[in-house]
């Protein structure tokens, strides 16, 4: 039995998928396209109401979803492949804390970003909306930055926790303008060494051709 993950490349979806690619679990990705919109469409919102990806199945049937929750279901689910510090262990309370203030302080604003339209009808007033956005995701992440420990995002070593931040620098939010490569150095590398990586690192380069 196997996992199949719903998602598009270059999306939430990278993170979980290489989650497990690292965890050695069976998965099969099927491709839902934000281009075409099939995220809101009633077949994927029949697994996923809130019409986002990415969403789990689980090998015993349900659908899971909150990318950050995903990571953390399955680190609990493959403990062997050390995804997450353990229940415990010191090292636990920055992980928790990271993958949360990434997960409410800078995901959310994606979506404004992305889709200012959602939040305001005038067009001039959704242009601003999203450079906003843009502005707060930017400042959001230079938090996280300033919080890496080097060379992982964790001192504890690498965890899902760089699967996620160096996912959220690979958007076009802090890719623009190449400010991501002068203001995010240590996710920069972060984001480079996981590329190297055997289990992730195919993933990584399928989602993130770009880098
Ligand atoms: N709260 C969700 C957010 C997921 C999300 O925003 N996914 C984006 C792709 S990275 C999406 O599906 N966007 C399409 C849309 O909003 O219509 C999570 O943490 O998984």
């Known amino acids: 039995m196997a996992y199949i993950l719903y ?14 690619a690292e965890a050695g679990a069976p998965y099969e990705f099927r491709e839902i396209s934000l281009d075409k919109n099939e995220q809101r469409a009633p077949q994927f919102r029949a697994l996923n109401p809130s ?16 990318t950050a929750a995903l990571l953390i279901l399955l680190a609990e689910r493959h403990p062997q492949s050390r995804l997450l ?31 200012p339209e959602r939040f305001l009808d005038d067009h001039t007033a959704a242009a601003f909306l999203k450079r906003a956005a843009r502005d707060r995701i930017r400042e959001r992440m230079l938090v996280a930055e300033a919080a890496v420990a080097g060379p992982w995002f964790l001192a504890w070593g690498f965890s899902a926790l760089d699967l996620y931040a160096a996912m959220f620098s690979r958007w076009r939010e802090c890719r623009s303008d ?6 995010l150095p240590k996710i920069g590398a972060i984001a480079a060494a996981l590329a190297q990586r055997s289990a992730a690192g195919p993933v990584w380069n399928r ?4 880098g």
Do not use: N, S
């Open 85 to 115: 510090p353990a229940p415990g262990d010191p090292a636990r309370a920055q992980a928790l804390r990271w993958l949360a203030f990434l997960a409410a302080e800078v995901y959310p604003m994606v979506e404004i970003a992305d889709y």
């Open 51 to 66: 019409g986002k990806v990415p969403a789990l199945q689980l090998p015993e049937g349900p659908i899971a979803t909150e």
């Open 178 to 183: 190449g400010w991501r490569d002068i203001h």
């Open 7 to 20: 998602g598009d490349k270059g999306t939430g979806a990278f993170c979980v998928e290489a989650a497990l």
């Open 207 to 210: 989602h993130f051709p770009a």
